[in-house]
């Protein structure tokens, strides 16, 4: 499947790419073709649940082929604050408090039916595409945590909005969601769409505040390149 080691371990582990330390080149450079196949059909894990037997059957795998062995530490670094734009101020006009709960929606397998359209509202869960985000059913402690990856940074949900929220979110995008397919071009960007500093504070009420904070990082200890089948 073309991937390096590092997104194997960053997806098993649920960590941002700043979390993970310690890793030799190969580890971010090499990119592997790996064949695995689980049993059965596990259930889906609700939002916030821990990891889902996928991660946990990649870690088994990364433990076993590639002897994957880590520890954790706290660091001080870089993060944002996603805090309430106007301290005491109220959501913006794009957030509003859910009507459903996704986690108990997901944990009673009531989800089904026809995918839903590009464009339909999101319900239960994260949808995300260039310039877009729709959000639905959970709270923002996740979304917080969904735009860490983006930003390069942890950032932490400190709004004091408890409860679940949905939103959609439309911004200017720095760059593509992950790698796009030679000779494929991003989609255009609207010139006057906002950054996603400008669109949190305009349409959700909300601000990213540049501060420190303890993030925990996972050190690698050990791995080694796995042989070939």
């Given at each position: 499947m073309n991937v390096a080691t590092r997104f194997l371990i960053t997806v098993a582990y649920q960590l941002q790419p700043f979390q993970l330390a310690g890793e030799p080149d190969w580890v971010k450079n090499d990119r592997l073709d790996i064949n695995a196949k689980m049993e059965g059909d596990p259930p889906p894990t609700p939002p916030?649940?821990?990891p889902d037997p996928m991660m946990l059957a990649v870690r088994a795998l990364l433990a076993d082929r590639f002897?994957?062995?880590?520890?954790?530490e706290t660091r001080d670094l870089d993060i944002y604050a996603l805090v309430m734009a106007r301290p005491g101020g109220k959501p913006g006009?794009?957030?509003?408090p859910a009507a459903g709960d996704c986690a108990a929606e997901l944990k009673s397998g009531?989800?089904?039916g026809p995918p839903p359209e590009p464009h339909d509202p999101v319900t239960c869960g994260w949808r995300q595409s260039?310039?877009?985000?729709?959000?639905?059913?959970?709270?923002?402690?996740?979304f917080a945590n969904g735009i860490s990856g983006q930003l390069g940074r942890m950032v932490i949900d400190r709004t004091g909005l408890a409860g679940n929220w949905d939103f959609e979110l439309t911004f200017a995008p720095e760059r593509p969601l992950g790698?796009?397919?030679?000779?494929?071009?991003?989609?255009?960007?609207?010139?006057?769409?906002?950054?996603?500093?400008?669109?949190?504070?305009?349409?959700?009420?909300?601000?990213?505040?540049?501060?420190?904070?303890p993030v925990d990082v996972w050190v690698i200890d050990r791995i080694e390149q796995p042989m070939p089948d």
């Open positions: 916030g649940a821990g002897t994957l062995v880590m520890h954790t006009p794009a957030l509003k009531r989800r089904g260039f310039g877009h985000i729709g959000f639905g059913g959970m709270p923002l402690s996740v790698a796009l397919p030679a000779g494929v071009e991003p989609p255009p960007v609207d010139p006057n769409a906002p950054t996603i500093f400008t669109a949190v504070q305009e349409q959700l009420g909300l601000k990213l505040d540049a501060t420190k904070g």
